[in-house]
């Protein structure tokens, strides 16, 4: 510190000043006082507006008024808020949630029937799926996420429920576990795995009994597919 003053006290190179005259002779009564508030780093990104007029940041879904439905506009978030632009115009702020898949609406930005309907019938559908099982809701959840049109996920939910009462509890909520970890997610998906009673040679396999169960669509790659042997071989 003493060498500090000691510099600051010096007469600078071919001045008459020294550098602290300087800052108190034009510097100090233009300082203004230090924000209240620190700064709050803000994150970016890109999101397309979905068709039932809501964006996804990190699973939970903020609405966004309907005229901009198929748009691209852009997110900027902390950890308190979540700003929404289109062309560096602002739209609408939301409070940060990040319980995944539920959704941050304000009354403005509603949309009016069946797409607004499907927002309500899905939260029926997780609420039945969570008394099953925690698992079953979350299978479903992810089920949502798959899918690319609202419609098509409804009607697959609705036909996961129902193979409850064909297949029973138990089967059911191993079948999601199995459909999950082979990345298979869908009604088709998860009713071929308790048609063909792979549920069953899972808990087989459970028990040190069977050898590993593998998903059986040919296009399926999953987590393992990307380590690094296969990534050099399809470079090659």
Not at 101 to 113: A, I, Q
Not at 193 to 206: A, T
């Amino acid at each position: 510190m003493k060498h500090t003053d000691a510099l600051n006290s010096r007469k600078m190179y071919n001045r008459s000043h020294s550098r602290k005259e300087r800052f108190l002779e034009v510097e100090k009564d233009r300082l203004h006082t230090l924000p209240v508030t620190r700064f709050i780093s803000k994150s970016r990104k890109t999101a397309t507006v979905m068709k039932n007029s809501y964006i996804s940041l990190n699973n939970h879904y903020y609405s966004v008024p309907k005229e901009y439905i198929g748009d691209t506009v852009e997110l900027l978030y902390d950890g308190d808020t979540v700003e929404i632009y289109h062309k560096f115009r602002h739209i609408t702020t939301h409070r940060r949630d990040d319980t995944p898949f539920t959704y941050s609406e304000k009354p403005s930005h509603r949309l009016p029937g069946v797409l607004h309907e499907y927002r309500i019938r899905m939260d029926d559908v997780y609420c039945k799926a969570r008394e099953i099982d925690p698992i079953v809701e979350e299978y479903i959840k992810l089920v949502a996420v798959a899918k690319k049109y609202p419609a098509q996920a409804v009607r697959s939910a609705d036909g996961i429920l129902s193979l409850v009462e064909r297949f029973g509890h138990d089967r059911m909520v191993l079948a999601c576990q199995i459909a999950m970890e082979s990345c298979m997610f869908g009604f088709n998906e998860l009713e071929s795995i308790l048609v063909n009673k792979e549920d069953e040679k899972y808990h087989v396999q459970m028990e040190g009994q069977a050898p590993e169960l593998t998903p059986k669509h040919r296009n399926l790659r999953c987590k393992d597919y990307f380590n690094s042997k296969n990534i050099d071989k399809n470079d090659k």
